[in-house]
């Protein structure tokens, strides 16, 4: 044998080996069903019907979550009409008795003939 024939075999042999080899592990990856998906497959068992009602279910709760923080926004701004109103009817109150005391100020000095009220509404002070 030539040395070119013994080195072509030996190249050939190791060659051989490698894919054998190369073959081997492969298959038996292919073959393991206790191995670990990869990361962007669905995992085994969930059905895209599942999928898209998780999808679902978390679009709702995040919508159920705007809701009530609108909620909460709706209620605040009614407590704060709420306030304004109340402050608005405590000064209609204090205008109504104020006027009433200028009415009552103003029937005592008639009654006592100071003043004379004319049909028109105007005030004459009598001396």
């Not at 206790?34 to 059905?47: D, E």
């Amino acid at each position: 044998m030539s040395k070119h024939a013994a080195a072509l075999l030996a190249a050939v042999l190791i060659t051989v080996c490698a894919g054998a080899a190369i073959l081997a592990v492969g298959g038996g990856a292919l073959l393991n069903r206790s191995g670990v998906a990869p990361a962007n497959s669905k995992s085994p068992g969930v059905s895209d019907a599942a999928i898209v009602q998780r999808t679902q279910l978390e679009q709702m709760q995040v919508q159920i979550l705007q809701y009530q923080a609108r909620e909460q926004q709706y209620l605040a701004r009614e407590r704060q009409y709420q306030q304004v109103l109340d402050q608005a009817q405590a000064q209609v109150e204090a205008a109504q008795r104020q006027t009433q005391q200028m009415q009552g100020l103003l029937n005592e000095l008639q009654q006592r003939g100071l003043i004379t009220v004319g049909s028109d509404g105007s005030i004459f002070i009598n001396q």
